[in-house]
């Protein structure tokens, strides 16, 4: 199904899809999508969502289960609080992607803004998986609790990060591709030893991530990565008086 | 000779050691004397097992029961369970010289600062010794110029809806005309023709606040829901996420959306009542939540998806909330997720602008603004910070009713007012103020058992509230601890509709804001302007 959205409110787009959605329909395409926000938002469906133009701000935000793929690039927000699915921009997003994201799967051809993958957590087999194809600004990771988060920075003229990388890190894993700075890790992360399970499984998300967006795996797969995890379990454990 | 040999001893150490020796001898003296009566005391050893502080021991050498009273909390558990009544719980009488700027207090922390270079802790709502502006509101009642009338026997209203509603509706008018047995007559219908916002509907204006899984326990949390449902009225899972078996429970939830985003997913949305964003809470304005690690365990890891033993970290701001119009974007984004079904609330604490921030709120689209005062209780804040921030309450709802009704937007938001309302006079006191219904936390901790010790941030309640260790849980019976909420909240609200009967007021719609019916006694100028309230002795 394909739904205009040029001149569509956020509501109108929605509950279009919605309907859509509670009719059987499970592929729907949306076309001259002109920063409409909260599409998809708290959706939960087995539909696969095209979305063509930009994605406005909390684009699958609550969601849990569609998979949404934007051929254009997305604002702030996306995947706010995501729960299960999966999301592929194929292009770069805003600020603050997958804000307290509990599953699911996410993937940026391009760069991310501040605060990338903040605080996302898992539990047992709810673990989401962040992967940003270019670069991501300061605060990436921050307050993360669990999940996984790959970093590629394949735009080489760029700085693959900014500073701050992990703070107030307390769970979860992070890989980037090269090498970053100590002066740009938290203060709560530290790189940490590359194990042969750690290739396994950033093959397995390469992989999906190079098929998603026509890469070539193997120019990618060349450069080692460095693992970051979080120093404690309680970074702010030992500052107040019992 | 072994005493000598000791001083020979001692007189040989080293500077050094004595200063290490100095630092390991705590500065600090108990907070509070148990005293155990010899001749009541039959040595069953509950007092042993009911404290999880560790304050009584059984000495089997001597076999006595000993008590240390740096441990005693003055939790008063051992007290109450003790079956003989054979302990008492007093205030230390430790003579530091009297002195009203170094208070022992004051001393006592400085030393426990000095000790291990921590922020302080605490737990419930401030302490401090500051004026209490409900004591010093009096309430008007009927005699001779106005009836008063009797609760007992004519109905009064008490039921309450949150949320929206609109500045104008609509109705359309039939009317036909039909025979009757000799003369024509007439009917009228009026068919509402404005679709209204979702509202929440309470049999009385009283809300459990917020109080997350986590920092209490699952079976306060059951207590509380069981109550909400019986008495028709509301609980607040806080920021914590809501244990599936509660699911059950939805349609007298309400579930926190806060910065830490613990629990929440769709389900958690759908199932609700109705979804509040917490900015903020009354007892640490400003600052985030860490929910210590000792609280952690592998139920809290599971319903808010961290690895067990960690302290749970809500960021201080939302991190998608730098400003009012990123306020609406969440605020959409949840009623989008749950298809504008349900009233949607803001939580802020009272600080000093806090009319137009809830004017803000209002603006972003918010259904409901909940205000928590300078009192509100926490199961964890820095002392400073839950003694030294934000305003009494009673001030905030007169400013922010005051301003809604200014700004012709008060019809827009109900206002739920919070933090530390101690009983139904208080309530009363803040809907005449301006609020549509408040939040209750501390006084129905307390009616479940609570002693206000303050330590909830240690994870040791000796009630079972505010704890997760399993042997201190089973300690709460959820039953008859709703029963003593559902009476709670029966006794207020009959007490609510006894003082409005003696205004001559017979539905809470018109007590509301309905600040002539107050007067300040002992209030500075100031104070009473804010409030909007006369003096006491001055005439409507
Ligand atoms: S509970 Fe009372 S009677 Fe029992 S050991 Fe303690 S003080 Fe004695
Ligand atoms: S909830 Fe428990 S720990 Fe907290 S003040 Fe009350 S009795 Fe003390």
Redesign the interface.
């Known amino acids: 199904m394909i739904i205009n959205s040029q001149n569509l409110t ?2 109108k787009l ?1 509950e279009k899809i ?1 309907s859509a959605v509670k009719s059987g329909i499970n592929r729907i395409e949306l076309k001259n999508v002109n920063g409409q ?2 599409i998809a ?2 959706l ?1 469906a087995d539909v696969n969502i095209k979305i063509y133009g930009t994605a406005g ?2 684009l699958g ?4 289960g569609p998979e949404i793929n934007v051929f254009g690039n997305a604002q ?2 996306v995947a ?2 995501m ?1 299960a699915g999966k999301i592929v921009v194929h292009g770069s997003v805003g600020d ?1 992607l997958g ?2 994201m ?1 599953g699911g799967k996410v993937f940026i051809k391009d760069d991310a803004g501040y ?1 990338a993958g ?2 996302i ?3 047992k087999e ?1 673990v989401p998986v962040i992967v940003i194809g270019g670069s991501v600004h300061d605060f990436f990771a ?2 993360m ?2 999940g996984i988060i790959i970093l590629l920075g394949l735009d080489r003229n760029k700085k693959i990060a900014g500073n701050f990388i992990g703070t ?1 890190m ?2 979860g894993t992070i890989y980037i591709r090269g090498k970053v700075e100590t002066y740009q890790l938290g203060k709560e992360v530290s790189t940490v030893k590359f194990e042969e399970t750690d290739n396994e499984l950033i093959k397995k998300y390469l992989a999906e991530f190079c098929s998603s967006f026509n890469l070539d795996y193997r120019k990618i797969a060349t450069q080692k990565f460095t693992k970051l995890k979080a120093l404690h ?10 | 000779m072994e005493s000598s040999a000791s001083v020979l001893c001692k007189s040989s150490v080293s500077v050094q050691c004595i200063r290490k020796a100095n630092m390991k001898k705590s500065l600090l003296f108990p907070d509070f004397t148990v005293t155990r009566d010899p001749d009541k005391c039959i040595q069953c050893e509950v007092c042993v097992r009911q404290c999880a502080f560790d304050a009584h021991s059984f000495d089997k050498e001597a076999n006595k029961i000993e008590t240390d009273n740096s441990k005693c909390v003055s939790c008063l558990r051992c007290a109450t369970m003790c079956p003989t009544g054979a302990i008492t719980v007093s205030e230390h009488q430790q003579n530091i010289k009297k002195n009203k700027n170094w208070t022992e207090k004051q001393l006592k922390e400085l030393y ?2 000095s ?7 605490t737990g419930m709502g401030t302490d401090k010794d500051y004026k209490i502006i409900w004591d010093h509101i009096l309430l008007d009642a009927a005699q001779v110029t106005n009836p008063s009338i009797d609760p007992l026997r004519e109905p009064m209203e008490l039921r309450t809806y949150l949320g929206a509603k609109p500045d104008r509706i609509e109705f359309r008018v039939q009317s036909s005309e039909f025979r009757g047995q000799n003369k024509k007559l007439r009917t009228t219908n009026y068919e509402l023709q404005t679709k209204l916002p979702p509202q929440l509907k309470l049999e009385t204006p009283i809300l459990f606040s917020a109080m997350s899984y986590g920092a209490i326990s699952l079976n306060t949390m059951r207590a509380l829901a069981r109550a909400a449902d019986e008495c028709g009225i509301f609980y607040n899972t806080g920021e914590g996420g809501l244990p599936k078996e509660l699911y059950k429970y939805g349609k007298n939830t309400i579930v926190q ?1 806060a ?4 629990g ?3 389900d958690y ?1 759908d199932v609700a009542a109705a979804v509040e964003i917490k900015v903020g809470q009354g007892a640490k304005p400003g600052i985030g939540g ?1 929910l ?2 000792e609280k952690v365990t592998e139920e809290i ?2 319903t ?4 067990t ?3 749970a ?1 809500s ?1 201080a701001p939302h ?2 909330i730098y400003s009012i119009e990123d306020l609406s ?2 605020i ?3 009623k ?5 079904k349900k009233p949607l609330s803001v939580k802020v604490a009272a600080v000093h602008n806090i009319a137009a921030i809830a004017s803000g709120i209002v603006r972003a689209g918010a259904d409901i603004v909940a205000i928590d005062g300078l009192r509100g209780g926490t199961g964890a804040a ?1 002392t400073r910070i839950r003694d030294n921030v934000g305003i009494p309450i009673e001030l905030a709802i007169s400013a922010v009713d005051s301003r809604l009704r200014e700004e012709g937007i008060r019809n827009r938001a109900s206002i739920i007012a919070a933090g530390g309302f101690r009983n139904s006079a208080d309530v009363v006191k803040a809907i005449a103020l301006g609020a549509d219904a408040v939040y209750i936390g501390t006084a129905a901790l307390v009616a479940m058992g609570c002693h206000l010790c303050q330590k909830c ?2 994870g040791k309640c000796n009630w079972g509230i505010a704890t997760q260790d399993p042997y201190l849980v089973k300690r709460l019976n959820p039953e008859i601890a709703a029963r003593r909420l559902v009476n709670l909240i029966k006794a207020w609200s009959h007490e609510i509709k006894e003082i409005m009967g003696g205004m001559g007021i017979n539905a809470v719609e018109s007590l509301r804001g309905n600040r002539l019916r107050l007067r300040g006694f002992d209030l500075h100028e100031n104070e009473l302007k804010i409030l909007d309230i006369k003096p006491a002795g001055e005439s409507m």
Do not use: W
């Open positions: 956020h509501k929605n919605r926000r909260y938002s708290g939960k701000n909390d935000s609550f969601m849990s702030d927000c706010n609080t729960d603050i804000y307290g509990r605060r903040i605080h957590k898992s539990y709810m921050e307050y609790a669990g107030g307390h769970g379990h309680r970074p702010y454990g030992t500052i107040y008086a019992y | 426990k600062q000790e291990t270079g921590g922020i302080l802790l959306v910065s830490g985003r613990f929440v997913d769709s949305l860490h210590p690690g890891s599971q808010r998806m961290i690895p033993g960690t302290d970290l960021p991190h998608d974007q969440l959409y984004s949840i989008e997720a749950t298809g504008y820095p941030y240690t």
